[in-house]
Structure formats: C-alpha cells, structure tokens
C-alpha cells in the first residue's frame, strides 16, 4: 500500500491548520479572563480608595468637632476668668485657656492638611473610577471580539476537520493505526518533509533505504522523532 507525497503534504496541512484554529478558540476565552482579572484588580483599587477617603474624611469630622468644643471650652475660661477669686484662681484659667488655644491651634493645622489629604484622595478615586471604567471597555471589547470570532472559527474547524476524514482516506488501512497514534502525540507535529534526506521535523538525517522508501510513495515514519514523512514539492 502506497500513498502520495500530495495527499500527505495536504494532511499535514490541515492539522497545522486545525492546530492554529483550535489555539485561536483557546487564546480568545484566555484574553478574556485576564481582561477579568484585570477588571477586579481595578474595583479593589476603587473600593480601596473610597474606603480610604471615607476614614479620613470621618477623622476630619472628629477633629472639626473637637476644635468648635475647644473653641466653646475658651469661653467658658474666660467666662470663669473674669469671676475669678483670687490671682492665683485667675492665672490657673489663664494658664487652662492658654493650653486650650494651644490645642485649637495644632487642631486648626491638622484639620488644614486633612482638607488637602481629602482633596487628594478624591482626585485618587476619581482617578480610580476612570481605570474601572475603562477596563470594563476593554473587556466588553474582547468578549465582543471573541464571540463574533469564536462562531467563524468553529465553522473552520468543522470544514477542516471533514477535510481531515476525507484526506486520511489516502492513508493504506494497514497503517492507519500508526498514523492515528503519531497525530494523538503530536497533533499538528505529526508529519514532516523530508528535505535532501533530513527530517525537517527534528533535523536528523534518514537513511537511503528510507528515502528510497519515500520515493516509492511508502509510508515512512522518522526514527528518530516518529513523525510521518513527505517528500516536499
Ligand atoms: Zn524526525
């Protein structure tokens, strides 16, 4: 039983050609989820940001607060001062208002920088709301792209895959066998030309009875990497 180098170059053909589709349906799913992944990475980021922005807001509240009793604690001293009894009462107030102030004013700073802290982590988490939104684009793109593809690809494969049981009628019964072992290891790398009598496969040279063998149209398998052999055009 022979078979033709044409009908052998035509099969190694269309398992290359499977073999770049099925790894095109594989990619798609694959871009999607890390377009996924990305998106998720990016709703930590805003919820993160927003979280921070609400703790320093409630501190800057707190603070806020605390200055106006600060503020209403030095009127009352000074209330009380000016009932004092006695200098020593009335330098105790002074020194209580003095203390007071003293705290307002740190307060007073703190609640300065808290304004801007706040300012910042606004722009953070608009900043953040803008990445989300974007990566939420770019995801909708790709699932988009990947569903309009997957559906022609599916029909390419299911062309060439009839190809493939029509194309593999050439093969001699006898040997079927061996081929459907070599292609379930191999896949697409399951057949090779054999150029000026090396295997273009995995680079080793053939001997002469193979090449003479290939030129009798015999089914013939490398040694050395079992892939099936063609003579090339
Ligand atoms: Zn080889």
């Known amino acids: 039983m022979s ?10 053909r269309i398992h290359q050609r499977l073999a770049d589709l ?17 998106v998720a990475q990016l709703e930590a ?29 030095v009127v009352d001293l000074k209330v009380k001062l000016n009932g004092a ?18 705290a307002g004013s740190v307060l007073s700073d703190e609640i300065l920088e808290g304004l801007e802290k706040i300012d910042q982590l606004h722009a953070a988490t608009m900043e953040a709301e803008k990445n989300l939104a974007a990566g939420k684009q770019e995801l909708d793109k790709a699932r988009q792209n990947v569903e309009s593809s997957a559906a022609t690809i599916r029909a390419d494969v299911a062309q060439l895959e009839a190809e493939l049981i ?24 399951s057949l090779a030309a054999a ?39």
């Open 3 to 12: 078979v033709t180098a044409a009908a052998l170059r035509e099969l190694h």
């Open 22 to 38: 099925r790894d095109r349906l594989e990619r798609g799913p694959k871009q999607v989820r890390a377009r996924e992944a990305n």
């Open 45 to 73: 980021k805003l919820a993160e940001a927003r979280d921070r922005a609400k703790q320093t807001q409630v501190a800057l509240d707190r603070k806020q607060l605390d200055l106006r009793s600060g503020e209403q604690k």
């Open 85 to 102: 009894n006695s200098n020593r009462e009335y330098q105790a107030f002074l020194e209580q208002i003095a203390a007071a102030e003293m």
């Open 166 to 189: 029509q194309a593999e009628k050439a093969l001699p019964a006898d040997l079927k066998a061996d081929y459907d072992r070599v292609v379930r290891s191999k896949g697409a790398d």
């Open 195 to 233: 150029d000026d009598g090396v295997c273009t496969g995995c680079g080793q040279q053939i001997t002469l009875n193979m090449q003479n063998e290939l030129k009798l149209s015999k089914l013939v398998f490398c040694k050395s990497c079992g892939r099936l052999l063609y003579l090339p055009e």
